[in-house]
């Protein structure tokens, strides 16, 4: 037997996301998605983001990625025939505070079609890099006063695991809405994609 048929390659630390993430990255944050001009409802999204054991990260970086409010997306493979305002990213990325923090300034994004061309409930995407993780996880984020109900993506989750990609509003702050991680544990872990 060869000495190749006896070797096992297990995961190392240099094959984990993070957790030097601030290293070089810095110039890559963007939290502003919408500048001057751009139509839609202005929003914030601020919350944290948590290890299975419910500890803050610190090292970690959350991005997302978004249609505008006449739901298309700063993208030239979005070709479609909708408003599209050049001030408009669609796309930030942070990384978290000290306490696991991130906080992003936006607009409510409108409503896109799914593969088979039915509309989804306004989300954002986000995708989320942080140690110990092989590869970045991907959720969404929904609005609690959307209809989710012919959303074919959230038909696909639980009824009882629909809360955790539900950003809650802020009491006394218009337009702001708290969305925390938690990427693993209980029963509130968030709910995350395969793609």
């Given at each position: 037997m060869s000495a190749e048929k006896n070797l096992r390659l297990g995961a190392t630390p240099s094959q984990t996301v993070g957790p030097y993430l601030h290293i070089g990255?810095?110039?890559?944050?963007t939290t502003e998605?919408?500048?001057p001009g751009v139509a839609g409802e202005r929003i914030v999204i601020q919350g944290r983001l948590f290890d299975a054991d419910r500890a803050p990260i610190p090292d970690g970086v959350i991005e997302i990625w978004q249609a505008n409010s006449h739901g298309r997306y700063a993208h030239p493979d979005?070709?479609?025939a909708l408003p599209l305002e050049s001030t408009f990213v669609g796309f930030g990325r942070t990384p978290t505070g000290g306490n696991g923090e991130f906080r992003f300034s936006t607009i409510k994004p409108g409503r896109v079609p799914a593969v088979n061309e039915q509309p989804q409930a306004p989300h954002i995407m986000v995708n989320v890099f942080a140690r110990g993780l092989l590869r970045q996880a991907v959720t969404r984020i929904y609005f609690p006063e959307d209809d989710?109900?012919?959303d074919p993506v959230m038909a696909m989750v639980p009824?009882?695991?629909r809360m955790t990609l539900i950003a809650q509003p802020v009491a006394g702050q218009a337009g702001v809405f708290e969305w925390n991680i938690l990427l693993?544990?209980?029963?509130?872990?968030t709910v995350f994609f395969d793609v």
């Open positions: 990255l810095d110039w890559l944050t998605l919408a500048g979005d070709d479609r989710h109900a012919l009824a009882n695991r693993g544990g209980d029963q509130n872990e």
